[in-house]
């Protein structure tokens, strides 16, 4: 080994270190022993006064499942909103019968009452506001993606360590709940044996939008480096494969031109065609493709190769298998009773109330996609592997 990667590896083990939580613990966090009812609206408070949440950005996923899914838990209520503007805002109140209206964030936060948020904001706020709110003694669910960019991220992480007895949660990836935990025991259980190489495609399946609007996710002042479903997408890796050590990336922009609010064309400079290649801490390879310009392609999809055997998930999320010596693969019972489920405002309430830790997800799990994220931006930049974890 020569000397340099010998301290690339050095550093590496530095950094696990310090971003000890890495493969986030599924199994456990979703085993039967911490799964409460699902949606019974029961669950009382320890003889306290309940949870009063604010919520800063209430856009569509804000209304269509946190306000819901806060106002099904009983130790839990929906205080104040505050949107873009106070008549946004007494909009989303008046919906969901939310007490107060505020004009902005800052008034939000000025209210003494209140002793949780969540932000459901885009992401180029998210850190702004977590800093803000766990300095005036807020607990802290922040919408996904974590930051901007790692730095934002690690500055989030570090400010929740300043404040330990404040509860800080991202809102994970809902997206491989129904496969998570069979993913999970097939692996832990050797099922693949070794494990060798791993494919996984997530593209939209629709032609490039050329001169197609300019939304938030292809303006980088918004988004920062997040793009299509990478973290996500690799949040849900991680609880399966672990961390990876080395990014490398080649990325597209095939609609450079795309129409603002006004009708103007806009330069849209977030790549909408993404290949990624990784490595795994036994070396296996993982290849990755994400695209929104891949019409009618045969859509999401995941090979996982090993030595023994070999698993397939297609774009249903149906789960195939097969070992050395079949002829081919079959299909995998999962029943629905045996999958994880959307409990996001109920575990936050729980951690609040003292009844389980946050396990899905934590802020170290966002540095860890916020890094992988970024490393994408940094090898297709610099057309060379990215080391992970990454510098601060």
């Not at 986030?24 to 019974?40: K, T, V």
């Not at 994970?172 to 129904?178: A, I, K, N």
Request: aromatic share 8%; charged share 25%; net charge negative.
């Amino acid at each position: 080994m020569t000397e340099e990667r010998e301290g690339t590896k050095q550093h590496l083990l530095q950094r696990r270190e310090i971003l000890s939580t890495a493969a986030i613990p599924l199994a456990a966090a979703l085993s039967p022993a911490s799964l409460m009812a699902q949606g019974d609206g029961q669950r009382s408070g320890e003889g306290g006064a309940p949870i009063r949440i604010g919520i800063i950005g209430a856009g569509g996923i804000a209304r269509s499942m946190h306000i819901p899914g806060f106002m099904r838990q009983a130790d839990c209520e929906v205080l104040a909103v505050a949107n873009r503007s106070l008549e946004s805002s007494r909009r989303v109140a008046d919906e969901f019968g939310i007490p107060r209206a505020y004009s902005n964030w800052e008034e939000l936060l000025d209210d003494e009452d209140i002793n949780a948020v969540l932000i459901g904001t885009w992401p180029y706020m998210h850190r702004t506001l977590t800093l803000a709110a766990l300095e005036s003694g807020r607990h802290v669910l922040c919408q996904a993606r974590m930051a901007n960019d790692a730095a934002e991220a690690r500055e989030m992480l570090e400010a929740s360590r300043r404040h330990p007895d404040l509860v800080c949660q991202l809102v994970p990836t809902s997206t491989s709940y129904r496969i998570d935990r069979a993913l999970q025991g097939l692996l832990r259980d050797g099922y693949v044996g070794d494990l060798l190489s791993v494919e996984v495609q997530r593209v939209q399946r629709r032609f490039a939008d050329f001169n197609g609007p300019l939304d938030w996710r292809h303006n980088p002042e918004f988004s920062g480096f997040n793009v299509l479903n990478v973290g996500s997408t690799y949040e849900s890796m991680m609880r399966w494969l672990g961390p990876g050590n080395r990014v490398m990336a080649m990325t597209k922009v095939h609609v450079p031109l795309r129409r603002g609010d006004g009708g103007e064309l806009v330069e849209a400079s977030i790549p909408d065609h993404i290949d990624v290649l990784y490595e795994l801490e036994n070396g296996a390879q993982v290849h990755m493709k994400f695209s929104e310009t891949s019409g009618l392609s045969s859509g999401n999809a995941m090979w996982i190769f090993g030595s023994e055997g070999t698993v397939y998930v297609d774009g249903s999320q149906s789960l195939f298998a097969g070992r050395r010596g079949d002829s081919e693969l079959a299909e995998l019972p999962n029943p629905p009773e045996e999958q994880a489920y959307y409990r996001v405002e109920e575990e936050f309430v729980n951690a609040i109330m003292g009844r389980e830790e946050v396990t899905m997800a934590t802020f170290e799990t966002g540095v860890r996609y916020m890094e992988w994220t970024e490393a994408i931006y940094r090898s297709a930049e610099s057309d060379r592997a990215i080391y992970l974890p990454l510098d601060a």
